[in-house]
């Protein structure tokens, strides 16, 4: 399905994820001391490229990438990989979602206890050759409340583990419903309601616009006196200088922070607070995890490419359930019928575009056929881009062009299975036949006398009834044979045995009262 055969690893990861990768007969090659202009220079030579943090995969690194199809983060956060321009190149980007979970809930719970006791400063403390008893006097976590900001993976193994301390545990996600966060016996609030629950506030979210400055001045005039902070996703959701000022005030009472707004961090004066825990992103960093998350990448890799699956994919949604091979067939169908429309019509009338998936084996086709026929409408106005299932969408969205799919389990008169495409009142079908083989079944509402390979070299033409034998006999004197020919009212379709030269459509067009002709 995935087609990958060369990867490049440019990141530190576990040498089980090179041996996984190379078990599957995938070339692999192992290069971490690549300057960013290597990077761009290196990449072209590559179907997939797999990193950690380090390595920064820029728009310019992406477009470089002629073969690029895949970028795998052997971690959770894709910062540090352009996921806009990835999308609009058609590349899909994947992360392993579950692989750190362990041990960064692990590393929250251990910085939020050593809040409590001051267990750091205590330590630098003794090496300074101080015996400080008194001055580190912490808080027992018995009976204290901590808001989990995010109820995902990381936030539940949380809140599982500190409720084994007899914390009681609040949170917020807004994915995760009430009856949800009940279930791992956390009380949901409403951000606004949460913040004056807390003694001590834990996020595990993603750095989005909306998450940027979570915890902010405003934020922190709403928390009681004294409340504790720990930031163990993304630099930047905290507000670093509210922080700051929150614990010069003493409205924060402590804060332990693996990330920060810049890495290594800027705020020197934040980090020597002696109510911080600074530590420097360590996170996912245990034997166990990045064992498991080099395997998980590699694996993914590799069930992509077997097509199994797409686990971990952030940006290809229409993908998720077109990997199977009758699925595929389907993609290609949808394609052709796509640009059959464009080819009849022009792209102005293919603004908006409706689909229908017949038949009781199509169920899951309307998840991936809107961008399958967009990639066909939009294939010759994409400038070089090379349109998929991944950035069909989003440049479609671009030119205005919609596409909507709906399903019926009733199949149509004729076949058990069928899709069909509308456009200004003309429809368009085929479907899947025999050993996956997609064919046109319908032209412009007349159902044909026999479907057409829709894979073949399709030639499409508008003019009089008749006008088929004279393209036929054309064509016949430049040497290409017409495998199949059927057609409606007004327009032909004729399977051939080599591409069209230009020169030759000329001709045809010429013939009296052909309206167009074009190689599909």
């Not at 970028?71 to 190149?89: F, L, P, S």
């Not at 300074?128 to 976590?141: C, F, N, Q, S």
């Not at 998936?357 to 994409?382: C, H, K, M, T, W």
Request: proline share 5%; hydrophobic share 40%.
């Amino acid at each position: 399905m995935g087609d990958i055969r060369k990867v490049l690893i440019s990141d530190s990861v576990d040498p089980k994820c090179k041996s996984v990768l190379e078990a599957k007969g995938i070339e692999v090659t192992l290069n971490t001391k690549l300057s960013p202009a290597e990077l761009v220079a290196e990449i072209p030579n590559y179907d997939g490229l797999i990193v950690r943090s380090a390595t920064k995969v820029t728009a310019e690194v992406i477009k470089a990438g002629k073969n690029l199809k895949i970028i795998g983060r052997a971690g959770t956060g894709v910062d540090n990989i352009d996921i806009k321009a990835a999308t609009e190149c058609g590349v899909i980007v994947m992360n392993t979602p579950g692989g750190n979970t362990l041990s960064a809930a692990e590393h929250t719970c251990t910085l939020m206890v050593c809040l409590a006791r001051q267990v750091p400063q205590a330590a630098a403390s003794m090496r300074e050759g101080r015996w400080d008893r008194k001055k580190y006097m912490g808080i027992e976590l018995m009976g204290k409340t901590l808001g989990i900001i995010g109820l995902g993976r990381i936030g539940r193994e949380v809140a599982t583990r500190m409720q084994s301390f007899g914390v009681r545990t609040v949170g917020y996600d807004p994915i995760v419903p009430a009856e949800a966060a009940k279930e791992f016996d956390v009380e949901f609030f409403e951000l606004n309601d949460l913040w004056p629950e807390c003694d001590f506030i834990t996020v595990h979210t993603p750095l989005i616009p909306q998450t940027r400055g979570l915890l902010g001045d405003e934020t922190f005039a709403k928390c009681k006196k004294g409340v504790r902070v720990i930031n163990c996703a993304r630099g930047g959701i905290i507000d670093e200088a509210a922080l700051l000022r929150a614990l010069q005030s003493g409205q924060c009472a402590g804060a332990a922070l693996d990330v920060f707004e810049q890495e290594p961090p800027q705020n020197t004066e934040l980090v020597q607070h002696p109510n911080v825990i600074p530590v420097c992103h360590l996170g996912a960093s245990t034997v166990e995890a990045q064992s498991r998350v080099a395997v998980e990448i590699a694996e993914q890799f590799v069930d992509f490419n077997e097509g199994k699956s797409l686990f971990g994919a952030i940006n290809a949604n229409a993908m998720v359930k077109a990997l199977s091979p009758s699925a595929k067939s389907l993609v290609k169908l949808g394609e052709r019928l796509g640009r059959l429309v464009e080819v009849l019509y022009g792209l102005e009338a293919c603004k908006e575009l409706s689909i229908v998936a017949q038949g009781p084996d199509y169920s899951e086709a309307p998840s991936f056929l809107p961008a399958a026929i967009l990639s066909g409408v939009l294939a010759r106005d994409a400038s070089g881009v090379t349109l998929n299932l991944v950035n069909a969408p989003d440049f479609a969205k671009k030119k205005g062009i919609t596409a909507k799919a709906t399903y019926s389990a009733t199949p149509d008169a004729r076949h058990s299975n069928s899709i069909t495409v509308s456009v200004g009142g003309h429809v368009f079908g085929g479907t899947v036949i025999g050993n996956f083989s997609p064919v046109f079944t319908e032209l412009d509402g007349k159902q044909l006398h026999s479907p057409i390979n829709a894979t073949g070299n399709i030639v499409i033409g508008q003019g009089p009834a008749g006008s088929a034998p004279k393209f036929m006999v054309t064509m016949a004197e430049h040497g290409i044979s017409t495998y199949a020919c059927s057609g409606s009212d007004g327009i032909g379709m004729l399977d051939v045995s080599a591409v069209v030269p230009e020169e030759v459509f000329n001709k045809i067009r010429s013939l009296p009262d052909v309206k167009s002709a074009d190689m599909l």
